[in-house]
């Protein structure tokens, strides 16, 4: 299993950016995929995650209205599509994947794969 996560830069105050995750080598087909970030000297953090089954999806509150998470039709792409970014939102953000249909942000340990992560800075 490969998680592939791209897209992160330095990008200014109110800018857009995109995250890719590229799904790979599951021989059972993921459940649930979630976007964590994780800025330095704090613990890491639920974002967003996008169900399977029926692609509903999740957000902390912290980023709710301005971060969409999508899944393309093959199921092998998660994107999280940034949006009114805050210096606040500078971190380094993972993707990771679950078998569960249940679990949400707040169960890591859940979450049995993990992307590399992709850095994201909000600076002026």
């Known amino acids: 299993v490969q998680l592939q996560a791209s897209g992160g830069g330095l990008v200014q105050p109110g800018d857009s950016l995109r995250l890719s995750c590229a799904a790979s080598?599951?021989?059972?087909?993921?459940?649930?995929i979630g976007w964590f970030r994780q800025a330095p000297g704090k613990e890491r953090e639920g974002v967003a995650y996008i169900r399977r089954s029926d692609r509903s999806t999740g957000y902390a509150d912290s980023v709710k209205g301005r971060f969409i998470i999508s899944v393309d039709n093959a199921y092998d792409m998660v994107y999280l599509q940034m949006n009114s970014l805050k210096p606040e939102d500078t971190a380094v953000y993972y993707c990771?994947?679950?078998?569960?249909?249940?679990?949400?942000?707040?169960?890591?340990?859940?979450?049995?794969?993990w992307g590399q992560g992709t850095l994201v800075t909000v600076s002026s």
């Open positions: 080598g599951f021989t059972l087909d993921w459940s649930t």
């Open positions: 990771a994947a679950s078998y569960s249909h249940t679990v949400k942000l707040d169960v890591i340990d859940l979450y049995h794969y």
